[in-house]
């Protein structure tokens, strides 16, 4: 088949594959991230429900993140045995289950469980779609398939803390509290989702019935080639060279740093905003919270964009950490509500930004099984960040008396994965050369 041909059965593929898979992993990683943090909305009410101090929510909101981290990295290696059909469903059904029970928690103690139970219940959720994306779409793709992925963040923020605190203010059924209907609401789509998921997805491009049999060759191929070059320049044998990699390291401790500022401020929003006017109520605080969220999802995908359209993955990494640190750090010392929430804006613009083009890094590197380890590596590292910055704040709020402490240092945590970023070796170059010829 003539050069142009391939072109045009690549291009339809391509659109395929996006229309396909795309809007509903986003729906996925929605009802994922919202399940996550659906315990801040929560916390308006239940805190002093059950007496929870903010130190105590801090370290609630963070143990998610420890049974996370422990069992992400088989979870995501089940995953490339498996394949992401049936492994993603059982991720989806199980954390589903869990967060219904958690409406029925009477205590710090049983929380706590539940929030570690969870975590263990979605570990291997988001680096096994990272995983999965690799499968059906090349290395000059990937930055905005990933960021169309990840304004999922925003969506679920955009669409669920309106709902969230809408629940808490107005469902109140059989004389139980908005909070906990909260969780039971918000749990079940993931149940029925993982459903769906088993018929739905399908693992390979080969194994796909929906691509005509020259797309499925075509788009095998073009993965196939990628990873037989990934092979021969990373130069990794097995699960050891991926561990003892120093590359997948530096990786785990930028994406730290974004972690820990995108659920430091995630968990704590609700609260920051109410501490700004303590005259909103629930459903305004939600729809509050939309704004900075909705200038984040525009910005990530036309940065996103802007990297694949020039290759360029180290700065469109490092300069949005780099400014939104700064702004992070600054809401905490001003003293006028409005410029602080202008500053929270730019912070919130700036995490967001980082995460398409960061996520492109690894995959210059790592190929199928040494992909499915190294980014789960760097995931579960990273994602200790998700237990140090909500607990950090925690403990900052209740020392302090105040929310700005913790904002200072989470902006300057998120300042330093922008310089990590800006580290970054130039073993990114060679992505950017083949990109551009």
């Not at 459903?195 to 797309?215: C, Q």
């Not at 202008?342 to 613009?349: E, M, P, R, S, Y």
Request: glycine residues 10%.
């Amino acid at each position: 088949m003539n050069t142009r041909g391939n072109q045009e059965i690549g291009a339809l593929t391509l659109r395929k594959v996006s229309v396909r898979l795309l809007p509903f992993l986003i729906l996925l990683y929605v009802i994922a991230y919202l399940d996550r943090v659906n315990f801040g909305f929560a916390a308006l009410e239940m805190n002093s429900a059950l007496g929870i101090s903010s130190e105590v929510f801090g370290f609630l909101s963070g143990i998610f993140f420890i049974g996370y981290l422990l069992f992400e990295l088989p979870s995501n290696l089940i995953l490339q045995k498996t394949g992401a059909r049936i492994w993603i469903a059982r991720i989806l059904i199980s954390w589903g289950i869990v967060v219904i029970v958690t409406a029925f928690a009477t205590d710090a103690l049983q929380l706590a469980v539940l929030r570690f139970v969870l975590g263990v219940a979605e570990a291997g959720f988001f680096p096994g779609i990272l995983l999965y994306l690799t499968y059906w779409f090349r290395g000059r793709e990937l930055a905005k398939a990933v960021a169309l992925l990840m304004t999922a963040l925003a969506i679920s923020t955009i669409t669920g803390a309106p709902i969230s605190t809408w629940i808490l203010d107005s469902v109140h059924w059989w004389g139980m509290a908005g909070w906990r209907w909260l969780f039971i609401l918000e749990g079940l789509p993931a149940v029925i989702l993982g459903i769906v998921t088993y018929w739905y997805l399908s693992d390979r491009p080969e194994d796909a019935g929906w691509l005509k049999p020259e797309e499925r060759d075509w788009l095998s191929g073009e993965i196939k080639k990628e990873n037989n070059r990934r092979q021969k320049q990373g130069n990794h044998t097995g699960l050891a060279s991926v561990i003892t990699d120093r590359r997948v390291w530096h990786l785990a401790f930028i994406y730290c740093m974004l972690v820990i500022a995108l659920y430091g401020l995630g968990f704590w929003m609700p609260q920051i905003i109410r501490s700004m006017d303590t005259s909103l109520s629930n459903t305004s605080i939600g729809l509050v919270m939309v704004i900075p969220y909705a200038c984040a999802g525009v910005a990530m995908i036309l940065w996103s964009r802007h990297s694949d359209r020039t290759g360029e993955r180290r700065w469109h990494t490092a300069f949005p950490p780099l400014v939104g640190g700064i702004a992070l750090a600054g809401s905490g010392m001003v003293t006028s509500p409005l410029a602080a929430f202008l500053l929270i804006i730019i912070a919130t613009v700036g995490i967001f930004c980082a995460f398409g083009p960061f996520w492109t890094l690894p995959s210059l590197f790592l190929a199928e099984l040494s992909a499915a380890a190294g980014i789960a590596v760097i995931n579960s590292v990273g994602n200790a960040g998700g237990f140090i910055g909500p607990t950090l704040m925690g403990y900052l709020t209740q020392a302090t008396g105040s929310t700005n402490a913790g904002l200072v240092v989470m902006g300057i945590c998120l300042a330093l994965g922008g310089a990590g970023a800006a580290a970054v070796s130039t073993w990114h170059r060679a992505e950017k050369d083949r990109n551009t010829q």
